[in-house]
């Protein structure tokens, strides 16, 4: 099975401390082969995209736009996840209307006020190795069932139209309800 | 395109090292967390690979 272009939703029960706590992930890749890849959503950076763009010779003119922590590892990669009728140099179609890029043009191209329809900047992403992901969902040992993770299909409203907390309760929300629909 | 191909050469070489690594050790202990932690980094790593390649 492959949960490629779905959420995973951190489990309501992993400890506080855990960096993926409350967060949503949307995966962008999901491979037997190569392992899994993906970014949380809905946490902030401390830095800004317009303090990006700055450090980068641009001026995005936007002061509130953050930028997301994707994830623990290759954290000083910036990754744009956004509506696929955009393209910069390195653009890769995900699927699901989805693409991802990451490349200093797109810093570029927004500065310029040239933007996709909609889209979210991280900093750092997820990996799995190949099985681990499987092995986190099912909670199989080492992993625990706090450690584990819900599913539930992706679509733009809750990629794209929510934040922090509440786009975490509004994924559980989905997740329970895409549940309940695939018994009936 | 040659360095590209080579340096995904290498990180495929390193990613089969760490698994051969990882698997000689406890499933679940602090060594084998570590070397996860080495491999998805490198899964990562071969994903930017490709989106750049």
């Not at chain 1, 936007?62 to 956004?82: A, F, R, W, Y």
């Not at chain 1, 909609?118 to 990996?127: I, S």
């Not at chain 1, 080492?142 to 907390?165: H, K, M, Q, R």
Request: proline share 3%.
């Amino acid at each position: 099975m492959s949960w490629k272009n779905k959420l995973l939703i951190a489990h309501p029960n992993l400890p506080r401390h855990s960096i993926f706590s409350k967060s949503v992930i949307y995966l962008y890749e999901d491979n037997t082969r190569s392992g899994s890849v993906g970014v949380i959503l809905n946490k902030n950076s401390e830095y800004t995209v317009n303090y990006l763009a700055e450090s980068k010779g641009f001026f995005y003119p936007d002061h509130n736009q953050m930028l997301k922590l994707g994830g623990p590892v290759s954290e000083k990669t910036i990754l744009m996840l956004h509506s696929d009728e955009w393209y910069s140099s390195n653009t890769m179609q995900v699927g699901g209307g989805l693409a991802v890029s990451s490349d200093d043009i797109m810093i570029e191209k927004l500065s310029m006020g040239n933007e996709p329809r909609q889209w979210t900047m991280c900093l750092g992403m997820c990996a799995w190795q190949p099985g681990q992901l499987a092995m986190e969902i099912n909670a199989q040992f080492p992993y625990t069932i706090e450690n584990s993770w819900l599913t539930c299909e992706a679509d733009d409203t809750i990629v794209f139209g929510y934040d922090g907390e509440s786009q975490w309760e509004k994924a559980v929300e989905l997740s329970s309800q895409q549940m309940i629909d695939s018994f009936f | 395109m040659g360095k590209s191909s080579g340096t995904q050469q290498s990180t495929d070489d390193r990613l089969v090292l760490l698994v051969e690594q990882q698997k000689l050790t406890k499933e679940g202990s602090s060594a084998w967390y570590s070397y996860q932690q080495e491999i998805n980094q490198l899964i990562a790593e071969r994903y930017l690979l490709m989106l750049n390649s």
